[in-house]
């Protein structure tokens, strides 16, 4: 009987799995190192700076080649820069429908928001410059510190507070709902702030989001006279309306087409009705 052991051609299954993996792995990365974006692609220049980084502490743009496509918003252009080309790459966003108001940026010389800006619509749309808000302590990339602004938001006592409990439901006219309507639909991004010149160099002034907000309230047939005079005093502090120039770049800016401006300077005439005294 022979005692040769005779071939076998047998291999480790596992061996042979991690060879697979790694193979995926190194097709996965060619891919999206060399992406078919086309001919007729958008150069996306964004804003990248992390200070928990060392390397990356110093600003600076970094450019990408994201794929022109019908309807494709300035949002999608950089979620498809990040999952294509750059995990870190970090940007607040959330409904992408206008109404969260978490991705205002400065798109191409403006304040706008990420997923209302259209880039077939922007002037120059063969290359997005996107940045941070401006007048804004940048935290990583293009999200900013909003700490100061929901401060100033809060400041004007946004709610309703009544100094006596109302007998049953306070009801609102149709008329008196249609004059505060505009101003209801305020979604809390930021981009007038950041837009306003005032509030660029008086980082105490209420900014024309907080004003508006207090216009809401203030003009609300529901709201009693002690609190409608206490609100008063609050807007028309020297830090208040009175600081507003009158530059509309609040009311350019707005995502919700608010006539910022507007509201600011019929609560300046407001307070001077206030303060008239007749003998």
Known sequence: MSTQTPDTDETDPQAERMARKEERAAEREEA???PDVGEDAITLKVFRYDPEVAEKQEPRFDTFHVPREPGITVLDALIYARDTYDSSLTFRHSCRQAVCGSDALFI????????????????????VRVEPLPH?????????????????MDAVEPYFSPTEEPDGEQLQSRENREKIKMSTRCIW??????????????????????????YRFYFDEREDDERQEERLKIIEQEHGVWRCQTQFSCTTVCPKDIPLTEHIQELKREAVKSNLKFW
Do not use: W
């Open 108 to 127: 191409n010389g403006s304040q706008r928001l990420g997923c209302q800006t259209q880039v077939a619509d922007l002037s120059n749309s063969d290359t």
């Open 136 to 152: 804004r302590e940048v935290v990583k990339d293009l999200v900013v510190d909003m700490d100061h602004f929901y401060d100033q």
């Open 189 to 214: 991004c930021g981009a007038c702030m950041s837009s306003c010149n005032v509030a660029a160099g008086d980082n105490q002034y209420l900014g024309p989001a907080a004003i508006n907000k207090a």
């Open 32 to 34: 999206s190192s060399t």
